[in-house]
């Protein structure tokens, strides 16, 4: 599991200092050279994405508002809303690592399972 999320953190912040070279074009605003981040940050922005698949609201923004009946404590106490939308660089396998045809939709995971 170590492995994996070290993966995982490396890939996040190649992506955010790179991007998507397909897309570099169409939107710049999606790179940013300053991004780190670690292995808690990463295995801290997952524990928030399950739970936020259990616990559904109709927007992200409504986990955390200060409204005592959205108010999500176990949202906010982890992240604040600035922190917890770092994770759009979140990246598990490398663009540039794709030996597979990149124009099907697993392309990527089926390089994890090689």
Not at 19 to 46: C, H, M, V, W, Y
Not at 72 to 81: I, R
Request: glycine residues 4%; hydrophobic residues 40%.
């Amino acid at each position: 599991m170590t492995n994996l999320m070290n993966l995982i953190v490396d890939n996040s912040i190649i992506f955010a200092k790179v991007g998507n070279p397909q897309q570099r074009n169409k939107n710049q605003s999606n790179i940013d050279p300053n991004f780190s981040t670690t292995f808690e940050e990463i295995a801290a922005f997952l524990s928030v994405v399950i739970f936020m698949g259990i616990v559904k609201l109709l927007q992200i923004a409504m986990y955390f508002s200060q409204y005592v009946y959205l108010h999500q404590t176990a949202v906010a106490s982890v992240f604040n809303k600035h922190s917890f939308f770092k994770g759009k660089f979140f990246h598990v396998v490398g663009n540039s690592s794709l030996t597979r045809n990149r124009n099907t939709t697993l392309c990527k995971q089926s390089s994890l399972s090689e």
